[in-house]
């Protein structure tokens, strides 16, 4: 596609709800971020993945969290029994090569409401 | 203390003004510097990248990096209401993990007609 696209782009789950966000990078892209931004402030890093392979998960906050890219292209972050401080705007990301040379396209991210 | 530090803001200014966004870091490693504007509720647009020191021109933008003092800017020249948005500083280095860029936490600006 055009450009990264995000799915939903609105969740709300009830606390303790397991949940899970799809993002589907440009074609042909092989590098893909997740990043969670809380309001007010800016991304942090989540996780990386080169192609198939999950490069860097040193960003996820616990291990409830967790990220998978099967064929690399589509991704999916999931989060298990949801907490209300990961309430956030998830963020994916990608580029077309390895190395911050080239440049990141986001999508517009999906905003999480643990309630 | 945070890698990079960034004033939130708002920044409100006239239509027309010259605005001046900075960043300032600690970890001498970046060697990237990039800009983006995120509008609400869209993610992050890439505005500019600049690599290791100097300027950098492209429009109403300019970026500058001095890293002898670790600080960046970006100006923007005849503000327009459609600037109006938050501005992320994000750098990073090369090799091993540092090719994940930082952010800044953004500068809210507001230009009012």
């Known amino acids: 596609g055009a450009g990264v696209s995000q799915s939903p782009r609105y969740k709300v789950a009830k606390r303790g709800q397991d949940v899970a966000l799809r993002c589907d990078p440009i074609s042909g892209h092989v590098s893909l971020f997740w990043y969670q931004q809380a309001l007010g402030q800016g991304p942090e890093f989540l996780t990386y993945?080169?192609?198939?392979?999950?490069?860097?998960k040193s960003g996820l906050p616990s291990d409830r969290f967790f990220a998978e890219r099967p064929e690399g292209s589509v991704s999916t972050l999931k989060i298990q029994r949801t907490q209300q401080e990961d309430s956030a705007v998830y963020l994916c990301a990608s580029s077309r090569g390895e190395g911050i040379s080239y440049g990141y396209t986001f999508g517009s991210g999906t905003r999480l409401t643990v309630v | 203390q945070k890698e990079v530090e960034q004033d939130p803001g708002p920044l409100s200014v006239p239509e027309g003004a010259i605005v001046s966004l900075n960043c300032t870091y600690s970890?001498?490693?970046?060697?990237?510097f990039m800009w983006y504007r995120q509008y609400s509720r869209k993610g992050p647009e890439l505005l500019m990248y600049t690599y290791s020191s100097g300027n950098k021109e492209d429009g109403r933008f300019t970026a500058q990096v001095d890293k002898s003092s670790k600080y960046i800017s970006l100006f923007i020249r005849d503000s327009q209401p459609s600037d109006s948005a938050t501005y992320l500083c994000?750098?990073?280095?090369?090799?091993?993990?540092?090719?994940?860029?930082?952010f800044g936490r953004g500068t809210s600006l507001i230009v009012h007609p």
């Open positions: 970890n001498s490693a970046f060697q990237y």
């Open positions: 993945f080169q192609n198939e392979a999950q490069l860097d």
């Open positions: 994000a750098m990073g280095g090369v090799g091993g993990g540092s090719y994940i860029p930082t």
